[in-house]
């Protein structure tokens, strides 16, 4: 069975940092293009970041550009975000994935994800 759990969200002020992780089992994370979503209140998932399975490139939203990092530790199997200087419109449910797409525009990241976590709350306050 494939399990993506996230850990590592929380309340936090604005400007502070949170690192979210997403430990998989039942599947390699590095055989499969990986990244992480938001859903904000009201909104649609959107992507935020992705490691490309074929050249290791990573891609970033703009609005997270510079400030947050995406990483995978393949020993753990595990996948990271960094968040740093966050704001108040980082607050969402991070879920992380597995299968996606991974391209510079993010745009249909989602499209062949078939794996997913439960998601972690990311609440900043202002």
């Known amino acids: 069975e494939v399990q993506l759990v996230e850990s590592g969200g929380g309340l936090v002020e604005a400007g502070g940092s949170l690192r979210l992780s997403c430990a998989a089992s039942?599947?390699?994370?590095?055989?499969?293009?990986i990244g992480w979503f938001r859903q904000a209140p009201g909104k649609e998932r959107a992507g935020v970041s992705c490691?490309?399975?074929?050249?290791?490139?990573?891609y970033y939203a703009d609005s997270v550009k510079g400030r947050f990092t995406i990483s995978a530790d393949n020993a753990k199997n595990t996948l990271y975000l960094q968040m740093n200087s966050l704001e108040p419109e980082d607050t969402a449910v991070y879920y992380c994935?597995?299968?996606?797409?991974?391209?510079?525009?993010?745009?249909?990241?989602?499209?062949?994800?078939?794996?997913w976590g439960q998601g972690t709350q990311v609440t900043v306050s202002s």
């Open positions: 994935a597995a299968n996606v797409i991974c391209l510079p525009t993010l745009h249909i990241m989602g499209h062949t994800a078939d794996y």
């Open positions: 039942g599947l390699i994370l590095d055989d499969y293009g």
């Open positions: 490691i490309s399975t074929s050249d290791g490139n990573t």
